[in-house]
């Protein structure tokens, strides 16, 4: 995960992990949760 995150802002590009996994959106800036294909919450600032 740490690698994914640098890679990220050395490049200044968004990166998109999808995970069914709290621990993994807990790492993140920002995290979606969808539920049936929509978004149903947002966690974060863009």
Request: aromatic residues 0%; hydrophobic residues 45%; charged residues 25%.
């Amino acid at each position: 995960m740490d690698l994914i995150v640098r890679l990220g802002r050395e490049h200044g590009t968004t990166v998109l992990i999808a995970a069914h996994a709290r621990s993994v959106a807990a790492g993140c800036r920002r995290a979606l949760h969808m539920r049936d294909g929509r978004v149903v919450s947002d966690d974060g600032q863009a």
